[in-house]
């Protein structure tokens, strides 16, 4: 790693408050709103991010709802590309492309605009967290249905020992901090 790089691994994680027991009992929940509420750690996450993909001709980040669209905001600003949110079910108002994903219990539904992603899309998938890698899995078969050529998956935080990373290969996987 890069002296740069770890300057921005030791900081931003000293903005990450580990929460045991949310939302339910045996889950240790890595809460980054502590991040997004300095100045200077939003804005090295940003930055590290736009760095990465500044001169990969990236067209649109796609975000998973609800902390990806606040990183994958902000990265498409920086990178004069497009935004694409993904949602649950229900949630978006025009017609959409639909993918079930597997849940601890049972199966959830994440959607998308139908027009939201054209065979041209050179894209970033973009989420604050992999953990078991079901729900950014879903996302990127639902954007390569529509003809979208994934460059990278990016996370702030990935969780190695769930090895969620797996589930998305082959494609890229970027992470900034792994515990
Ligand atoms: P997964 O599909 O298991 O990779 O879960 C990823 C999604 O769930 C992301 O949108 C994360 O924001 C959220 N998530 C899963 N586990 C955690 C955790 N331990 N702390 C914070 N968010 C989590």
Known sequence: MQNKEK?????????IREVPDFPK??????????????????????KHFKERYVNKKITKVVGIES????????????????????RKRGKLPYKTVQKEYSLEYGTDVLEM??????????????DDLI?????????????EQQGGKIIECAFVIELNFLKGRNKLLPRE???ILQY
Request: proline share 4%; with cysteine; glycine share 12%.
């Open 7 to 15: 300057k921005v691994v030791e900081y931003v994680k000293s903005f």
């Open 25 to 46: 009992k045996g889950i240790l929940f890595y809460d980054i709103t502590p991040v997004l509420g300095d100045p200077k750690g939003f804005s090295m996450l940003i």
């Open 67 to 86: 902390r990806g669209f606040i990183f994958g905001g902000a990265l498409a600003d920086s990178l004069s590309a497009g935004f694409v949110p993904v």
């Open 113 to 126: 605009h139908e027009d939201a992603i054209t065979k041209d899309d050179r894209i970033i998938l973009c």
């Open 131 to 143: 953990a078991t890698g079901g729900t950014a899995q879903a996302v990127a078969e639902l954007i």
């Open 173 to 175: 996987v970027h992470s």
